[in-house]
């Protein structure tokens, strides 16, 4: 006989695998889970104000603006920790509004001390953008004030190398654009492409090493900057910057 | 929905206990009519949001129920605890925040006056301060956020009471809250979410601890207890050991008073 306490863990691991510790331990974690409250801040209102324009600076009238809070998957020790199973970037609605004939907005909003929030942009023929930011942007005063969105369109993009000096260097290429799948990060009064993007929106590849190589399609928002670099075998970089500002853009790189 | 079933049912069930006692006399078998001492209420309340505020502009009309205890400390002047909840939809969430739902829980001390009209009327009016706390909720669509908006409520509660009976009374009770919330929020906001207001109409039923220590046993009183107890009890009628079992308690307590007083 054993005491309880001084029970082997192989005894104890045949007992929990009983039916009735197994309903026991169902029936807790789905407590748990039920009384698991999703926590936004407490007596806090927040203000949301921003004018959103199009690609050539027209007003975007009537658009549905929605701006929303980050929560991850996981449980972590914070206030943020609550699982839920949507999208990260549509997990809690903070406010909503629709934009006026001149494309300005404001609206209350809920308060979630998080460390990122998305403006989802939905304009009436159902295309969505997504501008992000970040806490700092609240200044300190509750007020996530945005002067100006430019709804970007979609630009084709065609970068060719051409080789003109005949070398035979094989090139390492780097390009960095705004692509289709990130986010603007508005931070100190300005637009950046989101970080969480560094690693999808470049091209890296190499270039000479066979006939034809150099030609490059994609997709890019618009207007933006393509920002280029190219690195010859004895470690010589190049760096070329090109704006995008019209539907399709070509650039010749000779090299 | 489940906390307005509970609430019918607890209407009903003390419904029923007041009729019941709707049959007793409103006065004791003496006749005499005791000061209350202690009371106990319980009661449903529609609560109204009303003015220029978030509350005001942004919550319909609720529903609820509150208990109460108040206990006389100086002839008619009483003090008490009270705890109320109430419950609103988000009627516009461009004012008071993207939530649906929100219940208010408020608990609070309060002092009055109880002006005894006659003995099937008593007028009551008393102002309280406390804790008051709403707590929102996010429907499935806005992502099931919680959060609350917490402050102080300043109350003033009237109410026109009658007596079914010594111990029970049905009241009907208009007050008005006045909240002072403690939100932080951005300067553009204004004032709007300092206060908020509600206008509330109760329908309940007091529960009545009576003091009969103060009604003291007169002479004729005295004569008739003398009178019943040299009687035969078996020849008593049941109005008549009634009588008796009032004027030996009156008597007692007149007694241990005496003996507290030597």
């Given amino acids: 006989m054993h005491a309880y306490g001084t029970q082997p863990l192989d005894q104890l691991g045949i007992y929990l695998q009983s039916q009735p510790m197994k309903k026991c331990i169902l029936l807790l974690i789905a407590v748990l889970l039920l009384s698991c409250e999703a926590r936004l801040d407490d007596d806090a209102r927040a203000f949301f104000k921003t004018r959103i324009v199009d690609a050539n600076g027209n007003p975007l009238q009537n658009a549905d603006v929605q701006v929303t809070t980050f929560r991850t998957r996981e449980f972590v020790r914070t206030n943020q920790a609550i699982p839920k199973f949507t999208e990260p970037d549509e997990d809690f609605i903070l406010g909503q509004g629709v934009t006026d004939t001149n494309g300005e907005v404001a609206f209350t909003m809920l308060f979630d001390t998080t460390f990122r929030y998305y403006v989802t942009i939905t304009s009436q023929n159902g295309d969505k953008t997504v501008v992000s930011a970040g806490i700092e942007s609240f200044n300190d005063n509750l007020t996530l004030e945005i002067p100006l969105i430019t709804i970007k369109d979609i630009a084709d993009v065609q970068l060719d190398f051409i080789n003109t000096s005949g070398t035979t260097d094989v090139f390492n290429v780097q390009v960095n654009y705004f692509a289709l799948n990130c986010n603007e990060f508005f931070e100190n009064n300005a637009f950046t492409i989101d970080e969480d993007c560094a690693f999808q929106n470049e091209i890296a590849t190499q270039l000479n090493r066979a006939a034809g190589d150099g030609a490059f399609e994609f997709k890019a928002y618009y207007p933006s900057v393509i920002n280029l670099t190219y690195t010859n075998e004895s470690g010589t970089e190049f760096m070329e910057e090109f704006t995008i500002n019209n539907p399709t853009e070509r650039y010749e790189i000779n090299y | ?262």
């Fill in chain 2, 1 to 262: 929905m489940k906390s307005i079933i509970k609430i019918a049912a607890l209407t009903s069930l003390l419904l029923s206990t007041a009729l019941s006692h709707s049959q007793e006399a409103r006065r004791d078998p003496l006749g005499a009519f005791p000061d209350r001492s202690f009371a106990a209420d319980l009661y449903i309340q529609s609560a109204m949001p009303s003015g220029d505020n978030f509350i005001g502009n942004g919550l319909s009309n609720g529903i609820g129920f509150g208990v109460r205890l108040q206990q006389d400390v100086y002839k008619n002047i009483y003090v008490g605890g009270s705890l109320t909840q109430d419950f609103f939809d988000v009627e516009d969430t461009q004012v008071i925040g993207e939530f649906s739902k929100t219940s208010k829980f408020n608990a609070y001390l309060f002092a009055g006056y109880d002006y005894v009209l006659d003995t099937d009327w008593n007028i009551t009016a008393d102002v309280g301060y406390g804790y008051s706390q709403n707590k929102n909720k996010q429907d499935l669509l806005q992502g099931s956020g919680r959060f609350r908006d917490t402050g102080n409520v300043l109350r003033l509660t009237t109410s026109l009471e009658y007596a079914l009976s010594l111990g029970v009374s049905v009241y009907v009770s208009p007050s008005f809250e006045k909240v002072f919330y403690n939100i932080n929020t951005a300067p553009a906001l204004g004032n709007d979410f300092d206060t908020g207001n509600y206008f509330n109409l109760a329908l309940g039923f007091r529960f009545n601890s009576r003091d009969y220590n103060n009604i003291a046993l007169e002479k004729s009183e005295n004569q008739k207890l003398q009178e019943l107890q040299s009687r035969n009890r078996e020849d008593l009628s049941i109005k008549e050991k009634r009588t008796l079992y009032f004027l030996k308690k009156r008597e007692a307590k007149k007694k241990r008073r005496e003996r507290r007083n030597q």
